[in-house]
């Protein structure tokens, strides 16, 4: 059995998308729609790795990402942000929550931005997990 | 202190009248003759002159005459004696002061002198008092003066034109801005012109019509023209003026006239910059939503590769609907940019209105279910088959249907029962009221101004900007009307009203 990655995202295009990649790399792919559910599949699976979407509506996407990022328990697993704004963006926002919130969240293991070839998604799994 | 002099040609008089004098303060000085006195006159300057009438060689009266001649401020009293009443008058008519009858006795002198005190007195107070006249009456003409020249050089470098005529509409005030304006010399126009010669006729009306009425011409507001300068040439001013008044009359009229080129030079780039920003806006918004949905091509394809290669026919499928639900997406976007940029009439056919709003909520319905959000249907059985432009009503009510469950979807309150409900209600005189309402995020003041204004989305990367761009045109096409009410926080209503026709039988 391979290891077990968790896909995030509301698009069903790109879930079936990312779900498929990991397939044809010998992964075990899991899928949810949201934050919530996202949250739902880790204490419940343990995944090995998340590929996750930021922009979600109701913000669920950064408040999945602080979670992994700041939570004891969770801090481990890897996180890959696949999302359709650029990085500097992303790092941008997370800075001003940092400052909103205090405590610093660490960058993901990997970010991609959308559009993704395959072949890029997959190595950049490789690359986090093996 | 006054100092008097006593001409007496009998030296016990002058004795007598000197020690009772100085006993009373004065400074006194004598002289026993005329000659005598007129130098001792000379000399000492005495404030009053007390002297004898009849005196051998230079009379009392040649003194008088001398010293008014040379010193007119000095008081003489004449001392006459009996029988010299003629003399006296002609003193008094020479200007002596008084005379008074020998003997001397204590208190003819003393009001005799009182009274040469006094007149010296007013004369001093109205001498003091007309030189501080001519003072202040200097210093208001120079003021005045300097307020004139001030004023004068305020208009000669006033940034308007001013020109202001008298009572008879000649110009009497021409600046050089004003020359600037309308192109004539001063020397031409000050004196010359009437504002007939060199306003606009709309203004000339304004001023000649506004003296007839009891409503006056007082500070206008701008009012844009356009004057003929003296080479012909037409340019864009803004002019306003008012008419003068002095005591209740038409006194003249003043007009400002403000050069417009510039800002309308100004005007022209500034919505020239601010319509090409407004496209460029909306280039960049279309073309990430363009992006969005080649993301999803290219995933779908991939997808379907790899069914292919697989032989699995589930793949195939999964992909395949990737693919169609993207066409679908660009389909509409077609769709929206050609009905937002041309005039359509709508097509009216014979349809069903509680169909085409069902259909609608069927198409949504799955989404909505898969994220809690209910719909519920409200429709009027009254309503029948009409004739109207069923795609109107479809892409309306589609576009107002997916807005509320993006409303929900977005809404920050998770606690909510969320719920859409779409009504058909038939009204009178043939229009039909389609209402969508949503308990989903409200809308914020800021939202609700840009709705139908420009290509404005709330969603990101999953809107043009165009859904209700495209709405509002549609209806506004169908003859109808849309409003909305919104509580952010609360939900949003949208109400449609679009006319119909009875069943036409094509």
């Known amino acids: 059995m391979g290891k077990k990655v968790l896909a995030v995202d509301d698009d069903p295009d790109v879930r079936s998308f990312v779900l498929t990649v990991l397939e044809e790399n010998g992964y075990t792919p899991l899928v949810a729609q949201n934050g919530e559910e996202g949250m739902n599949a880790i204490k419940e699976e343990a995944p090995d790795l998340v590929i996750l979407d930021i922009l979600m509506p109701r913000g669920s996407g950064v408040r999945l990402y602080r979670e992994l990022k700041t939570d004891a328990s969770l801090k481990h697993i890897p996180v890959i942000v696949l999302s359709g704004i650029a990085e500097k963006s992303f790092l941008r926002s997370q800075k001003a929550l940092t400052e909103f919130r205090g405590g610093d969240v660490p960058e993901p293991e990997a970010y991609l931005e959308k559009p993704v070839k395959p072949g890029e998604l997959a190595e950049t799994i490789k690359k986090v997990i093996g | 202190m006054r100092k008097i002099l006593i001409i007496d040609d009998e030296e016990g008089n002058v004795r007598v009248l000197s020690m009772s004098l100085r006993s009373d303060g004065y400074d006194v000085v004598t002289a026993y003759s005329g000659e005598e006195g007129l130098d001792v006159f000379n000399q000492e300057s005495p404030d009053i002159v007390l002297t004898d009438l009849r005196m051998p060689g230079l009379s009392g009266l040649d003194i008088l005459k001398n010293v008014k001649e040379s010193s007119p401020e000095t008081e003489v009293i004449i001392i006459t004696g009996h029988g010299d009443i003629d003399s006296a008058i002609e003193a008094l008519q020479y200007g002596a002061s008084d005379f008074i009858n020998k003997p001397i006795r204590e208190e003819g002198l003393s009001i005799a002198l009182k009274r040469a005190k006094e007149k010296i007195d007013i004369r001093f107070k109205l001498k003091e008092y007309t030189e501080n006249l001519e003072n202040v009456v200097k210093e208001a003409t120079d003021e005045i003066w300097r307020k004139s020249n001030f004023q004068i050089k305020l208009i000669r470098s006033s940034n308007d034109g001013i020109v202001a005529t008298d009572s008879q509409w000649k110009v009497v005030i021409y600046n050089p801005e004003a020359e600037r304006i309308f192109g004539y010399p001063p020397s031409e126009v000050i004196g010359k012109m009437s504002i007939a010669d060199l306003y606009p006729p709309e203004i000339t009306d304004i001023f000649m019509k506004g003296t007839g009425t009891k409503k006056s011409v007082r500070g206008l507001p701008w009012i844009e ?163 109207m432009d069923p795609r109107t009503v479809h892409r309306s009510l589609l576009n107002l249907v997916t807005n509320a469950i993006d409303a929900c979807l977005f809404d920050e309150d998770t606690g909510k029962n969320w719920e859409i409900c779409v009504k058909t209600v038939r009204e009178n005189g043939n229009i039909i009221r389609f209402e969508v309402q949503d308990n989903g995020s409200g809308m914020a003041q800021e939202v609700e101004d840009k709705l139908f204004s420009s290509f404005f989305s709330t969603k990101g990367g999953r809107g043009t900007g165009l859904g209700l761009l495209v709405t509002k045109k549609l209806i506004e096409e169908h003859k109808g009307t849309i409003e909305f009410t919104s509580l952010p926080g609360k939900g949003t209503t949208f109400i449609l009203r679009l006319p119909f026709e009875e069943l036409k039988t094509f």
């Open chain 2, 225 to 387: 023209t356009l004057i003929l300068k003296r080479n012909g040439e037409s340019i864009p001013a803004r002019f306003s003026g008012s008419l003068l008044y002095e005591k209740g009359k038409v006194m003249g009229s003043v007009a400002f006239f403000q050069d417009l080129r510039e800002i309308k030079q100004l005007e022209k780039e500034l919505v020239r910059s601010e319509s090409l920003a407004a496209v460029g806006e909306t280039v960049a918004g279309l073309a990430h939503y363009i992006k969005n949905i080649l993301i999803g091509l290219e995933g779908g394809s991939y997808v379907v590769d790899v069914g292919l290669d697989k032989n699995d026919t589930d793949k195939l499928r999964t992909g395949w609907q990737s693919i169609q639900r993207n066409i679908g997406r660009i389909s509409d976007l077609v769709f929206d940019l050609l009905t937002y940029s041309k005039k359509r009439e709508p097509e009216s056919q014979n349809c069903f209105p509680n169909e085409i709003a069902n259909d609608v909520v069927e198409l949504v319905e799955k989404r909505a279910r898969e994220n809690n959000i209910r719909i519920s249907k409200e429709f009027d059985l009254s309503i029948d088959e009409v004739t």
